[in-house]
Structure formats: structure tokens, C-alpha cells
């Protein structure tokens, strides 16, 4: 499955057509509130989703949002909403795909959510806020590889493992 | 947890989207950096409690065929991997590690791939072991990556199964005196009081203190006043091995060669001085001087570096890495004694054969078994049990040897390979080959009658019926017939 990964996706398998739902949902809310040459951006966020890169899919489809003037709630839920979808696509790939997906589904909006919160109704800066939360996701993360270790007995005094991770 | 370059990548993208949302004061670019970061963890969430999962349904199994072999035969080696789940698991990867003590052939690489939906695979593959020891197999490693090339996690298995390795046989010997086969095993010896326990030592007068246990009541009784009787603890006695590997004792058949019967005879000692723990040390001596010894001691590592000496044993001449004799603090000396880089005239190397100085050292011209018993350490030239393993080519200095050996061991056991036995084309004339024989046993008697010294023959059995089977009672029945 990494290697379908790797080097791009089926389009007969059911999460990828999930995705792909997701890009087109994402690109026509970027056409809907924005200029008609976004529609081009659409098309490479397909390129990039089929090419196994869903990451930098994400990463233009948000840059590409804020090139839309005012964006509409509709065309905010459809391009937040798509790019979710793709990421979610990812998520039920994996082999434990009912647990991944559930936590896809529910981490993904509940920090941007949050981090939507604090940032709009709470006007806090955008730099210090980013930084703060992603702060906290790296602590989780390294208590996280931490607990595998112990799981499988294998932590060692030295910090070799440490480093594997950080 | 090791992570992947897409890790990076992603972490460099949800980076590049904070510093951008910083800078243009753009909350969404923020908001999409803390969602994908948010997916980076819950994907990271996933592939742990899946790692954990399969830590407890992956079997991983490492088995050989045979649990014994000698060195260069083959054996089969099998690396089989099962996870027992119900649907998908984490794609994974088991590699084995061969000791270095084995050769792989070319062919499939120990290593087992587990797709996510594949529940069992196995590969089996050929070992050559070429090196004498015990072995085991080291654990295999583990590889565990996430669907997404995010993660990956590596972890090892328990080892693997044991395998002990054995030099080629000769097959069977023959040790005895005069043709008639030795009926005791080789290397056993007579207990002669001396395999540890307490032994009684004097009976002497109670003095006040004694332990009442130690009062030797028939001694009272019968000399009318409290005697005690005093014990010493003995100790095993130290055996010595002398091993001749020069390039006469090359002579024989391929494989059947009088340094392999040597060997044999020698591994039969280490064995069972390992049995018995017996402190066991050894010579080993080519044509250029002594080329490893080691002090008498009774540890495991010193078992094991005789056995693997004595597999290693060949004619070939080694080039020992200093000229003259060392002791190193360790107990093992390895140096030279090279009368062949002798420049002594002719009467020089006469007289010198017959100095005898007090203190000092004889050093015999062309006699290197001499010699390197003579340089040997105190400890090793004084042993209970001093075992020399050599051929006849040079009647004179084994006489030498056996009575240098005499002077300073308690015991001296000879075993000796008759030159004639390995001549590879003794039957044709079996009238000589016998003269040759008795010649041998002659000579053989002469130091088996020196006091506390045995000395063996050792030959293939084959050979020494042959050579026999070429004695006048024999040639007199063929005649008669």
C-alpha cells in the first residue's frame, strides 16, 4: 500500500475516489469565490493528489484560499471541507483504517476548529498561535514514540532512539 | 520510531504555512498548518497502536535442521514469519542475521517480506559452517512501516536456535601398542586419588581445638591416646598438551593425514579434561619453534581456544609474530624457536647439544619439539598429565623430548604415528613395510619403558592390520594355503 503510495493511486480503489471527491469539492469552491484561473489550481491539486502528495495538495489548496477575496462560508466549507476529505482518504488507505480514519475525522477539525477560534474570534497572532499549538502536537507526538518504545521493551539509557525521532 | 523523508517534507510544508500565515496575517494558512499537523498525529496514533498490535500476533520463527554438524557440511536454514489477525496489519519486513561463522550461498537473502495482507511466509536457504564453536543464531530484525511511508519501527526478535559445529572425523582410529588397539577410551586416565575430594594425608596427635569430626577413632583406640586425622584438598591434575604440527606430520592421504589423527586424539583430551575440569593447557610446535602455548587452567575459554587450536592445526608453517619467546601476562606465549636460523659451526652445535649447565637452557639444533618443550613455561613443562602428540620421524629427539617431559611431568603419555602406516604405497611391499613397523614398535617399547610414560601407536586401523597382515606368522599361513 506504501508503494501505491509512493508512486501515485488507483482510481478503482474507493478512498482514492473519496479524495478525489474532496479535490474537485475543494477546487470548485476555490472557483466559486474566487477568479476562474483558481479552476487551473484545481487541476494541479488532482495532479498532486494522484501523484500520492496529498501534503502539498493541502498545503496549495489553503494558499490558493486565501488568494480568494473574502471567501463565502460556502466556498470556505467546500475547500476546508475537500481538502479534509482528501486527507481522510489517506487515512482509510492504512490498514487500520476504521481507527485512522476515526481519528482523522475527529483530531483534523477539532484543532482547526479550535485554532479557527482562536484566531478569529479571539484575534490572537496567527504566528504565536500556530506556534503554540504546534508545539503542543510535538509534545504529544514524542510522548507518543516514547510510549512505543516502552511497548516494546526496547528503551535504552543512551538517547540514540531519541534522536531516531527528533 | 524512526521517521521517513515524507515526515519531514509534511513537517517543512505545516512549517512554511505557520511562518506564512505569521507574515501575511493570514489565519487560514494557520488553520490548514494545524489540521495537517493534526492528521500527522492521528496517522502517527494509528501506526503505534497498530506496531503494538502486531508485537503480539507476529511469530517469527529461526530453525536449522541440525542442531550438530561439521565444519563445511551444510544445513538448512528456515526463517518463517506468521501474524495471527483478523483482517490487515502494518506492512513489515523480517530480516535475519547469519553468523559470520556461516557461509550463505548465492540465492534468496534471509529476509521475509509481510504485506498487509499477507498472513505467513517463510524462505529457507543452505548454511556452510566453517568455523568450529558453539553458534546461535542472533534474533532477527523486525521492520515495521505505516501505510503512508510516514513512520517505520525496527525491533528484534529472540534469538535464534544454537548450532554446534564439530571438525571432520577421520574416521576410526587406531590407538594401541603393538598393534593391538587400546581397549580404554583416549583421554581417559586413572583416577589415582587425584580428581578432587579431600584425601587423607597423616594421622597426628589431638591437640586442644581439633574439630571432634576429625578424630580418627581406630587410631585412638588402637595407640590408647586422641588421634586426628588431617585432610588436604586435592586438586584435578593439569593436563598439558604437546602438539606437533610440522610438515612431516603432513604425510598421508588427503584427509587422513597423521596431524588429523593427531588432532583427534588431542580433541579426545580436551574433551575430557573439559568433562572432568581438569586445568588443560597446550604447545603446539612446527618446523620454525612453538607457535602458541598456553598455562594449564581449568576455564571455559581456555577449552574453547585449545578446541579451536586444535581444529585449526595444519603443516603449514606459521610465522609466529615475534623471534623470540614471550610470556604476556594473560598466560599465553606465542614466539619462536628457530634452530634453523642457527649459525653455529658444526662442533659449536655438537658441543652445545651436550652442555648442561646448571640454570640454563639446552637448546638442541634441528630438534624444534625439544626446543619448544624446553622454552615452554614452568607451569606447562610441570604438569600432572604432559600428552605428546607427534610422529617418528626423529627417534632422537623424541627420545630427547619424552625424557625432558619425564624430568619435569608427572606423567607422559606418547602418542606417535608410525611413518610406515601412512606411506601411501605400503602394499606393495608389505615384507619391508613390516620391518619398517617393528622398527617403530621397537622404539615405541624403549620409551614405554621408561618410567611413568606410555607411549601409543595411532594410525587408521586399515593400515596397521595391513602392515601386520605382512608379519612372518601371517606370510607363512599365506604360504601354507
Known sequence: MSMALARGRSLQSLPTVLGLLGIVAAAGGLVLGGPVWLGLVGVVLGGLYLSGTVVLAVVLGQIALIAVDAPSLLSLVLVEGGLFLALLSVAVETPDSRVAGNLVALVVPLLGGLAWLSLGRLNLDPFRAGSALLVGIAIVGYLLHRYLLLELDIVTEDAASDREFL | ?481
Open chain 2, 1 to 481: 520510531m524512526r521517521v521517513t523523508r515524507r515526515f519531514w517534507l509534511t513537517l517543512t510544508a505545516i512549517g512554511s504555512l505557520i511562518v506564512g500565515g505569521g507574515l501575511l496575517d493570514a489565519p487560514l494558512l494557520v488553520v490548514g498548518a494545524v489540521g495537517l499537523a493534526g492528521w500527522l498525529l492521528a496517522m502517527q496514533f494509528a501506526f503505534v497502536r497498530g506496531v503494538s498490535r502486531l508485537k503480539d500476533e507476529l511469530t517469527v520463527s529461526q530453525s536449522l535442521d541440525r542442531s550438530r554438524i561439521r565444519t563445511d557440511a551444510e544445513t538448512n536454514y528456515t526463517l518463517e514469519a506468521s501474524v495471527n489477525a483478523a483482517g490487515d496489519h502494518l506492512p513489515l519486513s523480517i530480516e535475519a542475521q547469519i553468523p559470520l561463522a556461516a557461509r550463505m550461498e548465492a540465492g534468496p537473502t534471509p529476509d521475509v517480506d509481510l504485506g498487509a495482507s499477507m498472513q505467513s511466509s517463510s524462505v529457507t536457504l543452505p548454511l556452510t559452517w566453517e568455523t568450529v564453536g558453539n553458534y546461535t543464531v542472533p534474533g532477527a530484525t523486525v521492520t515495521v512501516s505505516d501505510g503512508t511511508g510516514l513512520f517505520t519501527q525496527s525491533f528484534t526478535t529472540g534469538p535464534g536456535p544454537e548450532i554446534t559445529v564439530e571438525s571432520p572425523s577421520v574416521g576410526p582410529i587406531h590407538v594401541g601398542q603393538s598393534g593391538k588397539r587400546l581397549l580404554r577410551g583416549v583421554g581417559e586416565h586413572d583416577a589415582r586419588g587425584r580428581t578432587g575430594g579431600l584425601s587423607a594425608e597423616e594421622i597426628r596427635k589431638y591437640v586442644p581445638g581439633d574439630a571432634l569430626k576429625y578424630v580418627d577413632w581406630k587410631a585412638t583406640a588402637r595407640l590408647d591416646e586422641a588421634h586426628v586425622r588431617n585432610y588436604e584438598a586435592e586438586s584435578n591434575r593439569s593436563v598439558v598438551l604437546v602438539l606437533d604440527h610440522r610438515q612431516t606430520l603432513g604425510d598421508g592421504a588427503p584427509g587422513e593425514t597423521k596431524l588429523e589423527h593427531l588432532k583427534a586424539v588431542a580433541a579426545a583430551f580436551q574433551q575430557r579434561a573439559e568433562a572432568t575440569r581438569d586445568p588443560l593447557g597446550y604447545v603446539t610446535i612446527d618446523d620454525a619453534g612453538v607457535t602458541e602455548s598456553r598455562v594449564p587452567v581449568a576455564r571455559a575459554e581456555v577449552y574453547r581456544s585449545c578446541q579451536h587450536r586444535i581444529s585449526d592445526l595444519d603443516t603449514e608453517t606459521e610465522t609466529p609474530p615475534t623471534a623470540t619467546t614471550t610470556a604476556t601476562h594473560t598466560g599465553t606465549m606465542t614466539g619462536m624457536v628457530n634452530p634453523a636460523a642457527n649459525t653455529q659451526s658444526p662442533i659449536e652445535a655438537t658441543l652445545l647439544a651436550y652442555r648442561s649447565a646448571a640454570g640454563s637452557k639446552r637448546h638442541l639444533p634441528d630438534q624444534p619439539l625439544y626446543n619448544g618443550l624446553q622454552a615452554a613455561p614452568q607451569e606447562v613443562r610441570s604438569a600432572d598429565l604432559l600428552v605428546i602428540c607427534t610422529d617418528d620421524s626423529n627417534p632422537n629427539e623424541l627420545r630427547n623430548t619424552v625424557g625432558l617431559a619425564r624430568r619435569n611431568a608427572t606423567e607422559v603419555v606418547v602418542f606417535i604415528t608410525p611413518s610406515v602406516a601412512f606411506d601411501t604405497d605400503l602394499l606393495t611391499d608389505l615384507d619391508t613395510a613390516y620391518e619398517r613397523y617393528r622398527a617403530f614398535d621397537q622404539f615405541r617399547r624403549e620409551l614405554n619403558e621408561i618410567d611413568s610414560v606410555t607411549a601409543y601407536e595411532v594410525g587408521s586401523p586399515d593400515q596397521i592390520s595391513a602392515i601386520l597382515s605382512g608379519s612372518p606368522a601371517n606370510t607363512d599361513q599365506r604360504g601354507s594355503v
